[in-house]
């Protein structure tokens, strides 16, 4: 996602963004690599979550912000 898409979000969601494309580019290469980003309600309270899990490096890494 382009930094110009990137200010179209709101802020906690871009900033989840940014920080799920710094991981994303360290294991790009990576066979095992999965993650997303996505909002949930949880007892009535909007998140941003974002994760990102390498199976070949062990790496897991998870981001939640209220939205």
């Known amino acids: 996602m382009s930094r110009a898409a990137a200010t179209k979000l709101s ?12 991981y994303f ?6 066979d095992g690599l999965a ?3 996505l909002e ?18 062990s790496v897991h890494w998870e981001r939640r912000l209220a939205v």
């Not at 802020?11 to 710094?22: G, K, M, N, Y």
């Not at 949880?42 to 490096?57: F, R």
Request: aromatic share 8%; hydrophobic share 45%; charged share 20%.
């Open 11 to 22: 802020p906690p969601i871009a900033d989840l963004v940014r920080s799920f494309e710094t």
């Open 40 to 57: 949930v309600t949880e007892n009535g309270v909007l998140w941003g979550v974002a994760w990102l899990e390498c199976s070949a490096c």
């Open 25 to 30: 580019a360290e294991h790009r290469v990576c």
């Open 35 to 37: 993650g997303s980003i």
